[in-house]
């Protein structure tokens, strides 16, 4: 079965950043989409940001210009990359993979397979 773990989460000051990593085991990157969601207190599951299996990368008006999503298939690993943080970023952050190339990107739907978490604080 995949299992996707997340890192990197934090208490950061507003204007901050945080790299948020996801190691996948027993699946190779290179054959999946991936994206990075997020949840707040309350709120629904809502997507932050994706890249396709072929590479084209998607990106919630929310954090564009902000956040840079990436990944690294020899090491296996999903990146999220988040500057100029904001206290409305605070949530719980996870990787979803899916197999197949993004069309919804921002749909839970979409995924197959998902992280347990990590959290992202953002003080202001």
């Known amino acids: 079965q995949v299992q996707l773990v997340e890192s990197g989460g934090g208490s950061v000051q507003a204007g901050g950043s945080l790299r948020l990593s996801c190691e996948a085991s027993?699946?190779?990157?290179?054959?999946?989409?991936m994206a990075w969601f997020r949840q707040a207190p309350g709120k629904e599951r809502e997507g932050v940001a994706a890249?396709?299996?072929?590479?084209?990368?998607y990106y919630a008006d929310s954090v564009k210009g902000r956040f840079t999503v990436s990944k690294d298939n020899a090491k296996n690993t999903l990146y999220l990359q988040m500057n100029s943080l904001k206290p409305e970023d605070t949530a719980m952050y996870y990787c979803?993979?899916?197999?197949?190339?993004?069309?919804?990107?921002?749909?839970?739907?979409?995924?197959?397979?998902w992280g347990q978490g990590t959290q992202v604080t953002v003080s202001s």
């Open positions: 890249i396709d299996r072929v590479g084209p990368t």
């Open positions: 027993r699946y190779r990157y290179s054959g999946y989409s």
């Open positions: 979803a993979a899916s197999y197949m190339r993004l069309g919804s990107w921002s749909a839970t739907s979409t995924y197959n397979f």
